[in-house]
């Protein structure tokens, strides 16, 4: 069992700033990938951004020069710091870690709320 917990949502004017952060626990073997994705209401859910055990990353291009993905692998954290906040990015923001035994687990959630 490998658990994802997320925080750091919030509401926030656009413009401002929130940083997301994931812990993962639990029974976890070979990290391959960590990520970020979101959802907004009535789309699909899209990347915003990932990065590899190796640290290379991969955004979207909606969010590039704005959001900054990083992890700590000692923690099994990743983190998602998020600059110059549109109302655009207003989605549940979930994160998402892949092993290199193709193993794929799904945080909760949490919700970013940017009000313009």
């Known amino acids: 069992q490998v658990q994802l917990v997320e925080s750091g949502g919030g509401l926030v004017q656009s413009g401002g700033s929130l940083r997301l952060s994931c812990a993962a626990s639990g029974s976890i073997f070979s990290i391959n990938v960590m990520g970020w994705y979101r959802q907004a209401p009535g789309k699909q859910r899209e990347l915003v951004a990932k990065i590899s055990s190796g640290g290379s990353t991969n955004y979207t291009d909606s969010v590039k020069g704005r959001f900054t993905i990083s992890r700590d692998s000692a923690k099994n954290t990743v983190y998602l710091q998020m600059n110059s906040l549109k109302p655009d990015d207003t989605a549940v923001y979930y994160c998402?870690?892949?092993?290199?035994?193709?193993?794929?687990?799904w945080g909760q959630g949490t919700q970013v709320t940017v009000s313009s």
């Open positions: 998402n870690l892949q092993t290199f035994l193709r193993q794929d687990y």
